[in-house]
T-cell receptor
Framework: QKEVEQNSGPLSVPEGAIASLNCTYSDRGSQSFFWYRQYSGKSPELIMSIYSNGDKEDGRFTAQLNKASQYVSLLIRDSQPSDSATYLCAVLNQAGTALIFGKGTTLSVSS | DTGVSQDPRHKITKRGQNVTFRCDPISEHNRLYWYRQTLGQGPEFLTY????????KSRLLSDRFSAERPKGSFSTLEIQRTEQGDSAMYLCASSAVTDTQYFGPGTRLTVL
């Protein structure tokens, strides 16, 4: 059974701080990784995708991938109260037919 | 540019009734996916279409569930003889040649 693990949180950070979200996955053959943000009662919204080892930056967001350690992370710089949401880590299965999601980490940014 | 749309957004039904949900993908996307999400969990994969062909189904998709995508455009997901355990958010996603999936707003099903 392929798995994606995340700490459920809640992760609480003050406004302006860096939030660090982590994810591990079990399928060593996975090649495509995604972070989605989900507000309460809403559907997942894509934040970033990452395919290669290293860092990928997009505005205040940086995704990091380490395939040897089977580890993906998301850093949110200058956190804002509007960033308060559940962050879902997703890994594409090797067949490319389905995303496997973690349970999500709830982030709370206090002003 | 319109995103993925789903209809209805909310559905309340009684146990034993049949329900059908519709998903309209982003127009140029040939791949379509259904997921189910319950409270406190991440979305769980149900089924995948490439054009009109249903290429993969999860073990979660019992024989009470059926999905179609006629002509490779919109898709429907039908649940027959609903049970209280079917209460969840049903999410549709679509993607193009790349594997990035974009989700619709979901249909929240409540089975009484």
């Amino acid at each position: 059974q392929k798995e994606v693990e995340q700490n459920s949180g809640p992760l609480s950070v003050p406004e302006g701080a860096i939030a660090s979200l982590n994810c591990t996955y079990s399928d060593r053959g996975s090649q495509s990784f995604f972070w989605y943000r989900q507000y309460s009662g809403k559907s997942p919204e894509l934040i970033m995708s990452i395919y290669s080892n290293g860092d990928k930056e997009d505005g205040r967001f940086t995704a990091q991938l380490n395939k040897a350690s089977q580890y993906v992370s998301l850093l949110i710089r200058d956190s804002q109260p509007s960033d308060s949401a559940t962050y879902l880590c997703a890994v594409l299965n090797q067949a490319g037919t389905a995303l496997i999601f973690g349970k999500g980490t709830t982030l709370s940014v206090s002003s | 540019d319109t995103g993925v749309s789903q209809d209805p957004r909310h559905k309340i039904t009684k146990r034993g009734q049949n329900v059908t949900f519709r998903c309209d993908p982003i127009s140029e996307h040939n791949r379509l996916y259904w997921y189910r999400q319950t409270l406190g969990q991440g979305p769980e994969f149900l089924t995948y279409f490439q054009n009109e062909a249903q290429l993969e189904k999860s073990r979660l998709l019992s024989d009470r569930f059926s999905a179609e995508r006629p002509k490779g455009s919109f898709s429907t997901l039908e649940i027959q003889r609903t049970e209280q355990g079917d209460s969840a958010m049903y999410l549709c996603a679509s993607s193009a040649v790349t594997d990035t999936q974009y989700f619709g707003p979901g249909t929240r099903l409540t089975v009484l």
